[in-house]
């Protein structure tokens, strides 16, 4: 997700885009492996089997006797996505889950879809928006307009000579996302914050994915500074100390700037500028990945 984590709950406009470097696929438990990951996946999907089976909507929904039969036979999840890093982890797996197990073909509209994709994310959250699963289901770059409405765009890191280069930075740190969320909620709860991210952030966050669609630079990057100056500020949770200096002078010079991926806290943040030089300060401790 480039834009729309938290404020997306709040009715902002949210971008999402495939990143292709990963990948996921189903697979079975083979006596040879030494990792232990399958187990693992296994194990994982099983609990996953049980939030479902104590759902009605998703007994309904979903064929959860076959999806039992198949985890007993050793199914698991071969992903190379990381976990916790906000690459969308959960959401490949929840649209795998739907996509496998579908008991019928339901006539959902996209919206529908993407609430009951959100409602099986929220497993893994406490709570989700539903745009990571819908965009890996439908394989496609997403967009919620200003009406919630789910659209599939053209992805803007396509476009021919686009002057914003997005980069991932690995922090290497590990996070919680559920006591992240948590926290949000606990802030929406303040009439205060609630009003800020209404008045500041939800208005930058739509500006940013309608001008970084267009390629417009000059104005994409007063509302990503709006935005990153926003969550450096209320969101000090999500802002790894360890890059608290990095993300400041970000702001203070504008060679980059610097933002949440996901729910933060550690994992993949996101980096944007102009070219890959203006990243130096944080090439030197970070690995920093392009994002094409």
Not at 57 to 63: A, K, M, N, S, V
Not at 126 to 154: A, F, M, Q, R, W
Request: charged share 20%; proline share 4%; aromatic share 12%.
């Amino acid at each position: 997700m480039l834009f729309g984590e938290y404020s997306l709950i709040c009715n902002s406009m949210g971008l999402v885009v495939p990143f292709r470097s990963f990948s996921a696929q189903w697979d079975w438990i083979k006596k040879t492996d030494k990792t232990g990951f399958s187990k693992k996946s296994n194990a994982h999907l099983r609990n996953f089997h049980v939030f479902l089976e104590n759902n009605a909507d998703y007994r309904e929904i979903l064929d959860l006797s076959c999806m039992l039969h198949e985890l007993d036979n050793g199914l698991f999840f071969n992903s190379t996505i990381p976990q916790g890093y906000g690459a969308g982890s959960s959401g490949a797996l929840v649209a795998a889950v739907y996509q496998r197990f579908l008991k019928n073909n339901p006539d959902f509209t996209t919206n529908e879809l993407r609430y009951v994709l959100a409602g099986m994310e929220a497993y893994f959250h406490g709570n989700s928006s539903g745009i990571d699963p819908i965009s890996c289901y439908l394989g496609e770059t997403v967009l919620i307009d200003e009406n919630s409405n789910i659209i599939c765009v053209e992805n803007p890191l396509n476009m021919t000579n686009q002057p914003i280069k997005v980069f991932l930075v690995d922090t290497k740190l590990p996070r919680e996302t559920t006591m992240l969320m948590q926290h949000f909620g606990t802030q929406l709860h303040q009439y205060r914050f609630y009003k800020k991210l209404h008045d500041q952030l939800i208005p930058a966050v739509n500006q940013a994915i309608q001008h970084f669609r267009k390629g417009d630079a000059t104005i994409f990057f007063k509302s990503a500074h709006a935005i990153s100056a926003f969550e450096y500020t209320y969101f000090e949770p999500m802002v790894p100390d360890e890059m608290r200096s990095l993300w400041q002078k970000g702001l203070q010079n504008s060679d980059y700037i610097m933002k949440l991926c996901g729910s933060g806290g550690g994992g993949y943040l996101l980096a944007f500028a102009t070219d890959e030089n203006s990243l130096q300060s944080i090439t030197e401790r970070f690995e920093v990945i392009p994002l094409q």
